[in-house]
């Protein structure tokens, strides 16, 4: 009776802190289970907030396009080819204004064109 008595008394012991261990379980679940909801939740308004500013961004390109407002990638380009239109001007100026200065075959100077 001795060892009945004392398994009560360590189920009895026992029983409290599993109880109270299962509860502590089943409140940790519930939090996991919200948490991850709401995990799902923002992983899905974050691709549609990617396809959004995708689709946003497209739709800004197409209204500037409709505008004629060049865009900044298509101003940078411009640029570039002014900047090598202009060297290529210049060293066309250069390559006349050394043909202005060379002597002729029989040792005259060329005349000046006028405008």
């Known amino acids: 009776m001795a060892e009945k008595s004392l398994e009560t008394k360590v189920s009895q012991y026992l029983r409290e802190p599993l109880e109270a261990a299962q509860a502590r379980v089943a409140v940790l679940e519930r939090e996991v289970q919200k948490r991850l909801k709401g995990l799902a939740?923002?992983?899905k308004l974050e691709a549609r907030m990617d396809r959004l500013l995708q689709e946003l961004a497209g739709l800004r390109v197409r209204v500037?396009?409709?505008?004629?407002?060049a865009s900044r990638e298509q101003v940078e380009e411009?640029?570039?080819e002014l900047a090598r239109?202009?060297?290529?001007?210049?060293?066309?100026?250069?390559?006349?204004?050394a043909e202005k200065t060379m002597p002729?075959?029989?040792?005259?100077k060329r005349p000046a064109l006028e405008a």
Do not use: D, F, Y
């Open 41 to 43: 939740k923002e992983w």
């Open 78 to 80: 411009m640029s570039k």
């Open 104 to 108: 002729t075959r029989n040792g005259a």
């Open 64 to 69: 500037l396009a409709l505008m004629g407002i």
């Open 85 to 97: 239109l202009t060297r290529r001007l210049g060293q066309v100026a250069k390559s006349e204004k």
